[in-house]
């Protein structure tokens, strides 16, 4: 993450700490993604329990960006596009976060469903949605580190992906219920777990939109199209 240069090189090595920190924060999340995906494409538990652990090391490194993110505005008085920055950094820790959250529920329920050994899972679809997501968060902090508007509006319209598959998902998982009630707690674990990606995707489009913000000093004004036709969003 590029920043101007200032008087103080106290204030230039608060700011480049900041950056650092909420990079170190989306590495973690992705970590997170990554490996319950994995557990969720073979059903099996690949360390489950050490993902859900690690998540307090995702709320720590979070309370840490927050913490210091005041002590620069307390301190230093940032203007301009400093105060962006420490704004933004800010916010995205926030996201990031509640990102970690969701890969910690995935996981938890992940543990169920293999518990309740599922005859058919729509593993495919469930691992695009992850994939997608996951490059969705890994691309937007790349349009973090440059800056670049263009690349965070990209992020931002790709979430219309993620709303289709979900869409496929619940109404393939629903279908499942109604065929075999057996299965239905494993099932309703399920769709949870898709929603789960569902909102990670939206959480991706919300980092986007704060790098908007930190490139142009104003929010996207443009209306987000949302292809989600579940009874979630009713």
Same mark, same amino acid.
């Given at each position: 993450?590029?920043?101007?240069?200032?008087?103080?090189?106290?204030?230039?090595?608060?700011?480049?700490?900041?950056?650092?920190? $909420?990079?170190?924060?989306?590495?973690?999340?992705?970590?997170?993604?990554?490996?319950?995906?994995?557990? !969720?494409?073979? !059903?099996?538990?690949?360390?489950?329990?050490?993902?859900?652990?690690?998540?307090?090391?995702?709320?720590?490194?979070?309370?840490?960006?927050?913490?210091?993110?005041?002590?620069?505005? @307390? !301190?230093? @008085?940032?203007?301009?596009?400093? !105060?962006?920055?420490?704004? $933004?950094?800010?916010?995205?820790?926030?996201?990031?976060?509640?990102?970690?959250?969701?890969?910690?529920?995935?996981?938890?329920?992940?543990?169920?469903?293999?518990?309740?050994?599922? *005859?058919?899972?729509?593993?495919? *679809?469930?691992? &695009?949605?992850?994939?997608?997501?996951?490059?969705?968060?890994?691309?937007?902090?790349?349009?973090?580190? +440059?800056?670049?508007?263009?690349?965070?509006?990209?992020?931002?319209?790709?979430?219309?992906?993620?709303?289709?598959?979900?869409?496929?998902?619940?109404?393939?998982?629903?279908?499942?219920?109604?065929?075999?009630?057996?299965?239905?707690? @494993?099932?309703?674990?399920?769709?949870?777990?898709a929603k789960n990606f569902e909102r990670i995707g939206d959480y991706a489009t919300g980092i986007a939109e704060q790098?908007?913000?930190? +490139?142009?000093?104003?929010?996207?004004?443009?209306?987000?199209? &949302?292809?989600?036709?579940?009874?979630?969003?009713?």
């Amino acid at each position: 993450m590029q920043s101007s240069h200032h008087t103080s090189s106290a204030f230039d090595q608060d700011l480049y700490e900041m950056s650092e920190k $909420v990079r170190s924060l989306a590495n973690l999340v992705e970590r997170q993604l990554n490996a319950v995906t994995q557990s !969720l494409s073979t !059903l099996e538990d690949n360390g489950l329990d050490k993902l859900i652990k690690r998540d307090k090391k995702v709320d720590k490194l979070e309370s840490e960006i927050i913490e210091q993110a005041v002590q620069v505005i @307390a !301190l230093r @008085a940032p203007l301009a596009e400093d !105060l962006r920055l420490v704004l $933004v950094v800010q916010k995205i820790a926030t996201i990031l976060e509640r990102m970690g959250d969701y890969a910690r529920n995935t996981a938890n329920r992940t543990k169920v469903i293999i518990a309740e050994g599922p *005859e058919a899972v729509p593993v495919d *679809e469930l691992r &695009k949605m992850a994939s997608l997501t996951t490059k969705m968060l890994t691309d937007v902090m790349a349009a973090f580190d +440059a800056v670049d508007a263009e690349l965070a509006i990209k992020v931002r319209n790709s979430d219309v992906i993620v709303d289709k598959l979900h869409t496929k998902v619940h109404r393939s998982v629903v279908k499942a219920t109604q065929e075999n009630s057996e299965q239905t707690v @494993a099932n309703v674990h399920l769709l949870f777990i898709a929603k789960n990606f569902e909102r990670i995707g939206d959480y991706a489009t919300g980092i986007a939109e704060q790098v908007y913000f930190l +490139a142009n000093g104003k929010f996207v004004d443009e209306f987000r199209p &949302k292809a989600d036709k579940t009874s979630w969003n009713a």
